[in-house]
């Protein structure tokens, strides 16, 4: 049974204002980009607008918006656009609690993920920074625990190599 426009509208108002932050930081995380990163979350959540109605039916409508912010991610990577890359002179502030720590620590942070393939960065984002289970990435990314194991690894190993984790000791990174 479908929900009254106003109602529904007030509800997803109230959802978009709760998790647009969150969703907003993991897509920053993931594409590199804040540009990139707002225009991610605005087409995931038209995306989860359009199935709103079902929502009384959903476990979280933030996973299930997160998951939306993934797999587009993911997607992404086939449009013509997706090698062009914004730069402004500076980055912008991060919205609300600081996760890196410092703006240098952010900016590192930025490269290392950045030099890491899609999949790679994304499991590292998703199990790290969102703080999910092996179980809860894989079932996210639609592949078994055993390749998010295989790509935490071989991220990890990489950002090691590169020595983008030397600030990160003690965080879980290691």
């Not at 707002?38 to 995931?44: F, I, S, Y």
């Amino acid at each position: 049974m479908r929900q009254g426009g106003s109602a529904r509208d007030s509800e997803f108002a109230d959802f978009v204002t709760a998790s647009h932050v969150s969703l907003l930081r993991t897509a920053r995380l993931l594409t590199g980009d804040p540009h990139t990163a707002e225009d991610l979350v605005q087409t995931a959540l038209i995306r989860v607008y359009a199935h709103w109605g079902r929502s009384a039916g959903w476990d979280s409508p933030q996973a299930y918006a997160r998951k939306a912010v993934v797999n587009l991610y993911a997607t992404w990577r086939r449009r013509r656009w997706h090698s062009e890359v914004a730069h402004t002179g500076a980055e912008s502030a991060a919205d609300g609690h600081d996760m890196a720590g410092s703006a240098e620590a952010r900016l590192e942070l930025g490269r290392a993920l950045a030099a890491l393939p899609r999949a790679q960065r994304a499991v590292v984002v998703l199990r790290y920074y969102e703080d999910l289970s092996v179980e809860q990435t894989a079932e996210l990314l639609g592949c078994s625990p055993g390749t998010v194991k295989s790509r935490t690894n071989r991220a990890l190993e990489r950002l090691r190599t590169a020595g983008a984790l030397a600030g990160y000791a003690g965080r879980g990174a290691q």
